[in-house]
């Protein structure tokens, strides 16, 4: 009888492990509810149909533009041609902000082209943008949610969430993450020797969103010119041969030239879908919780990111600074989701 009872004791305590395992396992495999916040430019497209070839893990609510590597017009269309190509007319788009909160508007043409997409063609996608702005979109949207249950990617300016956080402050609540593409440190900017082009497209903006108090990850110039593109990198993307990957690899090829004669590299980054892995994937990037300011100053240090990496002036810590990157598991996991892709 005691044997008996201990038998049922230990087959009572297998299955009651087994069901708390499921439960975290489910829990873990929850999606991710996301709002990419984008100004495409053609680092923001690769990433784009990195996420949109990601229906398991990334449950993408919508995409909101901004005005940033080029004008608001040829970013929506970017945004929209990009929804169309990854065959996920489902997302709707929201245009938002034309301008910076304050400064003159800038524009990285030079970089992304006049169309913001160099190496291809663009055209009117069939399916046009939703109705409303994506301010209001943002409010809405985080104002409904449940607590902390929302993340946001940021992969342009931060232009559209602090003009949402100063109409209505209380959208905090909705928010589980803010992850952005944005800023440098170790590796010196690519507009100014200090300042990351994001950062310094609109720094008044970037500030709004670091006093909010949100949980705050920034993958910065320091990680993304670690993840490189290389031939070998780019023919397996051409190898996977359909539309998504000759896109790909079209506007790769075109847009890291710039890159790469400008910091004498043997490859060019793609900063934008690092916040694309990163969502994915955490475990290849490395980093650790800082202090961040933006300097919106008149002057040479305009739109730089200073971060007390060795936490010297003991302030309070406002985001998680992404430092290092995992190269090879980046580009095999952006391998295996364009290959889902027609």
Same mark, same amino acid.
């Given at each position: 009888?005691?044997?008996?009872? !201990?038998?049922?004791?230990?087959?009572? !305590?297998?299955?009651? =492990?087994?069901?708390? +395992? @499921?439960? @975290?396992?489910?829990?873990?495999?929850?999606?991710?509810?996301?709002?990419?916040? @984008?100004?495409?430019?053609? #680092?923001?497209?690769?990433?784009?149909?990195? *996420?949109?070839?990601?229906?398991?893990?990334?449950?993408?609510?919508?995409?909101?533009?901004?005005?940033? /590597?080029?004008?608001?017009?040829? %970013?929506?269309? $970017?945004?929209?041609?990009? !929804?169309?190509?990854?065959?996920?007319?489902?997302?709707?788009?929201?245009?938002?902000?034309?301008?910076?909160? +304050?400064?003159?508007?800038?524009?990285?043409?030079?970089?992304?082209?006049?169309?913001?997409?160099?190496?291809?063609?663009?055209?009117?996608?069939?399916?046009? =943008?939703?109705?409303?702005?994506?301010?209001?979109?943002?409010?809405?949207?985080? +104002?409904?949610?449940?607590?902390?249950?929302?993340?946001?990617?940021?992969?342009?300016?931060?232009? /559209?969430?602090?003009?949402?956080?100063?109409?209505?402050?209380?959208?905090?609540?909705?928010?589980?993450?803010?992850?952005?593409?944005?800023?440098?440190?170790? /590796?010196?900017?690519?507009?100014?020797?200090?300042?990351?082009? /994001?950062?310094?497209?609109?720094?008044?903006?970037?500030?709004?969103?670091?006093?909010?108090?949100?949980?705050?990850?920034? =993958?910065?110039?320091?990680? @993304?010119?670690?993840?490189?593109?290389?031939?070998?990198?780019? $023919?397996?993307?051409?190898?996977?041969?359909?539309?998504?990957?000759?896109?790909?690899? #079209?506007?790769? $090829?075109?847009?890291?030239?710039?890159? +790469? *004669?400008?910091?004498?590299?043997?490859?060019?980054?793609?900063?934008?879908? %690092?916040?694309? *892995?990163?969502?994915?994937?955490?475990?290849?990037?490395?980093? !650790?919780?800082?202090?961040?300011?933006?300097?919106?100053?008149?002057?040479?240090?305009?739109?730089?990111?200073?971060?007390?990496?060795? #936490?010297?002036?003991?302030?309070?810590? $406002?985001?998680?600074?992404?430092?290092?990157?995992?190269?090879?598991?980046?580009?095999? =996991?952006?391998?295996?989701?364009?290959?889902?892709?027609?």
């Amino acid at each position: 009888m005691y044997r008996c009872a !201990r038998k049922l004791h230990h087959l009572f !305590r297998s299955l009651l =492990l087994l069901s708390l +395992m @499921t439960a @975290t396992g489910a829990h873990a495999a929850e999606k991710i509810d996301l709002i990419i916040d @984008t100004d495409p430019g053609a #680092d923001d497209v690769v990433a784009l149909l990195f *996420a949109l070839a990601s229906p398991q893990e990334l449950n993408i609510r919508a995409l909101t533009t901004v005005a940033g /590597n080029v004008r608001l017009d040829k %970013t929506s269309r $970017n945004a929209r041609l990009a !929804r169309e190509w990854a065959g996920r007319e489902d997302v709707p788009v929201y245009a938002g902000a034309k301008k910076p909160m +304050m400064r003159t508007p800038i524009y990285a043409e030079n970089i992304h082209g006049v169309e913001g997409l160099s190496g291809v063609a663009v055209h009117e996608p069939k399916k046009g =943008l939703a109705e409303g702005n994506a301010i209001d979109y943002l409010i809405d949207t985080l +104002m409904a949610a449940k607590p902390h249950s929302i993340t946001i990617a940021m992969l342009g300016p931060q232009t /559209n969430l602090a003009l949402a956080l100063i109409q209505e402050p209380g959208i905090v609540q909705g928010i589980k993450e803010v992850v952005i593409m944005g800023g440098a440190h170790f /590796n010196g900017g690519n507009i100014t020797p200090v300042a990351e082009f /994001n950062l310094f497209a609109d720094p008044q903006a970037a500030e709004v969103v670091l006093k909010s108090g949100v949980k705050l990850t920034y =993958l910065s110039l320091d990680v @993304t010119h670690k993840i490189l593109t290389s031939d070998a990198r780019l $023919n397996k993307i051409a190898a996977l041969n359909n539309h998504a990957s000759k896109l790909v690899v #079209d506007i790769l $090829n075109d847009y890291i030239k710039a890159d +790469m *004669a400008h910091y004498g590299i043997p490859g060019g980054p793609v900063h934008d879908a %690092t916040v694309i *892995a990163y969502l994915l994937k955490p475990q290849l990037f490395s980093g !650790r919780e800082v202090n961040v300011v933006v300097d919106s100053s008149e002057g040479p240090a305009f739109g730089q990111t200073i971060v007390d990496w060795h #936490d010297g002036l003991r302030a309070p810590k $406002n985001a998680f600074w992404v430092e290092g990157g995992d190269a090879d598991g980046f580009f095999d =996991l952006l391998v295996e989701r364009l290959a889902r892709l027609k």
